[in-house]
Structures are given as C-alpha cells and as structure tokens.
C-alpha cells in the first residue's frame, strides 16, 4: 500500500489509486495510477457498458467494466482477463475516470491505501 506522487497536481475534486494486479490488462497495467472523480457523478446506468473505479456494499475496490445486473439494483464487473464476472453485486461509490498513468510517471512517498483491480 503506498502514497504516490504525481507528476501534477490532482485537482481537489479527485482522487488518485495505484492500480494492482492484471486482470484488466492490457488497458490497465499493475502500479499505474488512475485518476477519478471523487464523489459520483452520474447516476449507474450512465456508467453501464463504461470502465470505472468502484467500490461495492462490501467494502471491494476494483476498476472493472459496468455491466447490468440480473437483480434489480446490482451490476455485474468484468474483467479484460477474467472469464468470470463478479455477478449481482451493489455499488456504494462509482468513480469516473479522468486519467490513467504508468507506473514509470510515478515516485513512491509513503504509506497509504492502494486500489485493488
């Protein structure tokens, strides 16, 4: 888990996550950086069908493809690189996507919550 330094300042209506693991690469790559929107902007079905950085009822932080669920009020997040979707899941926070960074723009600081893919 580590605090990173940007190579520009992240407007304070943003936020931004190391990425690890690989199952959305290749779009995705482990330790980039992806900039959000902080708070949701647009309501769920707005991002059907978009990549997003979430965050489900249970606490799992993930950038994944939104898709529709087969429960009312849940979606479905799929992988580039994994055959199994996570199914009929609900969303607490949805975080639109501004910009993605390589790893190689990045310079380790510290300490802090990492974003899990």
Known sequence: ?????????VPADMIAFKLIGTSMMPGYRPDAIVVVHREQRRPLESFYGLEAA?????GRRFIKTINRGSI??????????DLQPIENVRLEWIGEIFAVLPPSALRPI????????
């Open 1 to 9: 888990l580590d605090t990173i330094e940007i190579p520009f300042t």
């Open 54 to 58: 979430v965050r489900t009822s249970d």
């Open 72 to 81: 009312p009020g849940t979606v479905n997040l799929i992988s580039w690189n």
């Open 110 to 117: 510290g300490s802090l919550a990492s974003f899990r893919k």
